[in-house]
Protein backbone atom coordinates (compact mmCIF):
# COMPACT_ATOMS: atom_id res chain seq x y z
CA UNK A 1 0.00 0.00 0.00
CA UNK A 2 1.45 3.44 -1.39
CA UNK A 3 0.77 6.55 0.75
CA UNK A 4 1.74 10.10 0.02
CA UNK A 5 2.18 13.30 2.20
CA UNK A 6 2.62 16.73 0.55
CA UNK A 7 4.45 19.17 2.59
CA UNK A 8 5.61 22.44 2.09
CA UNK A 9 2.88 24.91 2.00
CA UNK A 10 2.68 27.86 3.27
CA UNK A 11 1.29 31.55 2.33
CA UNK A 12 3.28 34.13 0.30
CA UNK A 13 3.72 37.10 -1.62
CA UNK A 14 3.16 37.18 -5.74
CA UNK A 15 7.03 36.91 -7.57
CA UNK A 16 7.85 34.35 -4.07
CA UNK A 17 9.18 30.99 -4.70
CA UNK A 18 7.70 28.07 -2.77
CA UNK A 19 9.16 24.39 -2.54
CA UNK A 20 6.62 21.19 -2.17
CA UNK A 21 7.38 18.15 -1.08
CA UNK A 22 5.78 14.58 -1.15
CA UNK A 23 7.14 11.81 0.80
CA UNK A 24 6.21 8.32 0.10
CA UNK A 25 5.83 5.01 1.60
CA UNK A 26 5.09 1.56 0.05
CA UNK A 27 7.96 1.77 -2.66
CA UNK A 28 6.77 4.04 -5.46
CA UNK A 29 10.13 3.44 -7.32
CA UNK A 30 8.79 2.38 -10.48
CA UNK A 31 5.63 4.64 -10.31
CA UNK A 32 4.74 7.84 -12.20
CA UNK A 33 4.63 11.15 -9.65
CA UNK A 34 2.64 14.03 -10.20
CA UNK A 35 1.40 17.18 -8.49
CA UNK A 36 -1.97 18.26 -9.08
CA UNK A 37 -3.38 21.49 -7.55
CA UNK A 38 -7.07 22.12 -6.98
CA UNK A 39 -8.77 25.70 -6.03
CA UNK A 40 -11.73 26.33 -4.75
CA UNK A 41 -14.99 25.20 -6.86
CA UNK A 42 -13.19 24.41 -9.31
CA UNK A 43 -11.43 21.00 -10.54
CA UNK A 44 -8.25 19.12 -9.78
CA UNK A 45 -5.86 19.92 -12.35
CA UNK A 46 -2.61 18.75 -13.78
CA UNK A 47 0.18 20.43 -12.88
CA UNK A 48 3.05 18.55 -14.08
CA UNK A 49 4.48 14.98 -13.81
CA UNK A 50 7.52 12.54 -14.23
CA UNK A 51 7.93 8.74 -13.91
CA UNK A 52 10.24 6.45 -12.28
CA UNK A 53 12.70 6.16 -15.07
CA UNK A 54 12.81 10.13 -16.04
CA UNK A 55 10.00 10.12 -18.67
CA UNK A 56 9.05 13.93 -18.47
CA UNK A 57 8.59 15.76 -16.32
CA UNK A 58 5.96 17.31 -18.38
CA UNK A 59 3.66 20.29 -17.22
CA UNK A 60 0.75 21.71 -18.06
CA UNK A 61 1.61 24.46 -20.66
CA UNK A 62 -0.31 27.51 -18.42
CA UNK A 63 3.14 27.66 -15.98
CA UNK A 64 5.27 28.71 -18.57
CA UNK A 65 8.41 27.45 -16.97
CA UNK A 66 7.77 28.88 -13.72
CA UNK A 67 7.42 25.56 -12.21
CA UNK A 68 9.81 22.56 -11.81
CA UNK A 69 9.71 18.80 -10.90
CA UNK A 70 12.20 16.23 -9.45
CA UNK A 71 12.15 13.58 -7.76
CA UNK A 72 14.61 11.36 -5.91
CA UNK A 73 13.61 7.36 -6.03
CA UNK A 74 16.40 6.85 -3.30
CA UNK A 75 14.71 8.55 -1.12
CA UNK A 76 11.09 8.20 -2.45
CA UNK A 77 10.64 12.26 -2.56
CA UNK A 78 8.84 14.06 -5.17
CA UNK A 79 9.45 18.11 -5.12
CA UNK A 80 7.82 20.80 -6.71
CA UNK A 81 9.84 24.17 -7.34
CA UNK A 82 7.13 27.22 -7.35
CA UNK A 83 8.67 30.35 -8.60
CA UNK A 84 7.40 33.66 -9.14
CA UNK A 85 4.15 32.70 -7.83
CA UNK A 86 0.79 34.42 -9.34
CA UNK A 87 -2.70 34.55 -7.24
CA UNK A 88 -3.73 32.34 -9.21
CA UNK A 89 -1.48 29.55 -8.21
CA UNK A 90 -3.64 29.53 -5.00
CA UNK A 91 -4.78 26.29 -4.33
CA UNK A 92 -4.48 22.51 -2.67
CA UNK A 93 -1.59 21.01 -4.29
CA UNK A 94 -1.98 17.17 -4.09
CA UNK A 95 0.92 14.54 -5.12
CA UNK A 96 -0.36 11.53 -6.70
CA UNK A 97 1.30 8.05 -7.97
CA UNK A 98 0.29 5.81 -10.63
CA UNK A 99 1.85 2.54 -11.93
CA UNK A 100 3.77 2.71 -15.46
CA UNK A 101 5.92 5.57 -16.81
CA UNK A 102 3.42 7.95 -18.37
CA UNK A 103 2.59 10.80 -16.62
CA UNK A 104 -1.41 11.75 -17.70
CA UNK A 105 -2.54 14.66 -17.26
CA UNK A 106 -5.75 13.15 -15.95
CA UNK A 107 -6.15 12.69 -12.00
CA UNK A 108 -8.81 9.48 -12.93
CA UNK A 109 -5.86 7.90 -13.85
CA UNK A 110 -3.99 7.71 -10.92
CA UNK A 111 -4.31 5.49 -8.03
CA UNK A 112 -2.83 6.87 -4.84
CA UNK A 113 -2.81 10.48 -3.37
CA UNK A 114 -1.83 12.46 -0.34
CA UNK A 115 -3.85 14.65 1.64
CA UNK A 116 -2.74 17.71 0.06
CA UNK A 117 -0.92 20.66 1.00
CA UNK A 118 -2.46 24.36 0.86
CA UNK A 119 -0.15 27.42 -0.81
CA UNK A 120 -2.19 30.58 -0.16
CA UNK A 121 -0.62 33.52 -2.56
CA UNK A 122 -1.33 36.99 -1.89
CA UNK A 123 -1.08 40.12 -4.52
Known amino acids: QVQLAESGGGSVQAGDSLTLSCAAT???????MAWFRQAPGKERIFVGG????????NYADSLSGRFEISRDNNKETLVLQMNNLKPEDQAVYYC?????????????????WGQGTQVTVSS
Open 96 to 112: EGRNGRTPYPQTSDYRY
Open 26 to 32: GSTVRYT
Open 50 to 57: ISWDGNGP
